[in-house]
């Protein structure tokens, strides 16, 4: 599931390249390794066992819900690496079930999944799209990712077969101790593949839930990276927003897929960033 292929942007008159359709679609796949491979030392089954216990306790989890912030790096043709920020939220139910929203400052967007319909929201416009679609959390991130290009965040790390994936391709694996995030003592892993290396922080104790989230580009000039940040991780029946019926604003207006590229508030990049080739 790694894709590391890059996008083409104009940032005003200068172009840019951005991790936009590789590491922000790790947002939704990526990372690392050969498990058990021949001359693993001691430090790296470790860091395996650990990651291991975090994607079997996510997996068992049937209902959570967290807050996030999350960097995507953009690298101009001037070799300036700029950093794109956004936050949001996250609730899901399994086996299909789930709303996630992001805030940029530019834009507002929600997306909800009942298991039958998914709805896509714009706050600022107040407009919404909705297309029928059965199937499950995991079905849903491959479509959303491959067909609308909005990769749900953190997924890869919550989805049946986390560790298979995140387990794919690894040549190198570090146990850097303990680290803290937002307050939670965490293990701190390292992991490195050919084309892109990344980090996961996970909280100790009986919730080993992923901490925060590091994808670092070894393809694109400058290394962007893309990460992830959780918070206020909850599940069972302390998760929050366990609302997964949708019901339009006032004043809404119902869109078609092909207006939906034409509302710029909902877009995955600030409007003055143009794809090459667009006007």
């Known amino acids: 599931m790694v894709s590391t292929g890059m996008t083409d942007l104009f940032i005003k008159t200068g172009v840019a390249r951005s991790l936009f359709a590789g590491v922000c679609a790790g947002f939704v796949a990526v990372a690392a390794g050969v498990v058990g491979a021949p001359g693993a030392g001691a430090a790296e089954a470790e860091a395996l066992a650990l990651l291991k216990g975090m994607t079997t306790y996510m997996g068992a989890q049937q209902a959570m819900s967290f807050r ?15 950093t794109l920020a956004s936050s949001g939220t996250v609730s899901l139910a399994r086996p299909g079930r789930i709303r996630a929203t992001r805030s940029t400052g530019l834009a507002d967007v929600e997306t909800v999944f009942d298991g039958s319909t998914f ?7 107040n407009v919404y799209m909705q297309v029928p679609f059965k199937g499950t ?12 290009r909005r990769p749900l965040p953190a997924a ?10 995140l387990t794919e391709g690894v040549t190198d694996v570090k146990d850097l101790g303990s680290g803290v995030v937002g307050g939670v003592e965490c293990d701190h892993l390292a992991f490195r593949k050919k084309d892109v290396d990344f980090q996961i922080w996970i909280a100790q104790g009986k919730r080993p839930y992923p901490c925060r989230y590091v994808i670092t580009s070894k393809t694109v000039p ?9 918070s206020n991780f909850k599940t ?13 604003p006032p004043g809404a207006r119902a869109i078609s897929k092909d ?12 409007s003055n960033f143009v794809q090459r080739g667009t006007p």
Do not use: C, H, N
């Open 156 to 165: 890869d790390l919550l989805l049946p077969g986390a560790y298979a994936e």
């Open 119 to 125: 709805t896509l929201l714009g706050k600022q416009a």
């Open 137 to 148: 959390i995991a079905t849903l991130v491959d479509e959303l990712k491959d067909k609308y």
């Open 68 to 82: 996030y912030d999350a960097d995507l790096d953009v690298v101009t043709a001037e070799q300036q690496r700029l």
């Open 222 to 230: 400058g290394s962007p990276q893309y990460s992830v940040q959780l």
């Open 259 to 270: 207006e939906l590229k034409t509302i710029k508030s909902m877009g995955e990049l600030p």
């Open 236 to 248: 069972g029946s302390a998760a929050v927003g366990q609302s997964f019926a949708f019901v339009p």
